[in-house]
């Protein structure tokens, strides 16, 4: 098992940063992937960002953040990082760590290729 607990949400303004952190416990060593995914209401939730903790590190990330989300990790802490700059209204929603234990090939952003999840983290972005 691997528990996930988010934090760091709030609400900012357009164009401001917030910085969200998981924080993992149990298993963690069972882990090849962790990533970020969010949703807003009325929306699937979608992959935001993610980065291959059982491997070399390498990160990936969605379109509609790049450029603006950055991922890092505190091995010592077992937490992972997601740094957001220059936040859009857009980007408003729940924001969801999630751990996966499967060493896929390509990058996984999809929802079902995580195992385990963190209760989430609210982000609103106001314009």
């Known amino acids: 098992q691997v528990h996930l607990v988010e934090s760091g949400g709030g609400s900012v303004q357009a164009g401001g940063s917030l910085r969200l952190s998981c924080a993992a416990s149990?298993?963690?060593?069972?882990?090849?992937?962790m990533g970020w995914f969010r949703q807003a209401p009325g929306k699937e939730r979608e992959g935001v960002a993610t980065?291959?903790?059982?491997?070399?590190?390498?990160?990936y990330y969605a379109d509609s953040v790049k450029g603006r989300f950055t991922l890092s990790q505190d091995n010592a802490k077992n937490t992972l990082y997601l740094q957001m700059n220059s936040l859009k209204p857009e980007d408003t929603a729940m924001y969801y760590c999630a751990a996966g234990t499967v060493n896929w090939v390509r990058p996984p952003l999809g929802p079902r290729e995580y195992n385990y999840w963190g209760q989430g983290t609210q982000v609103t972005v106001a314009s």
């Open positions: 149990g298993y963690t060593y069972s882990t090849y992937w």
């Open positions: 980065i291959n903790t059982g491997g070399d590190s390498s990160t």
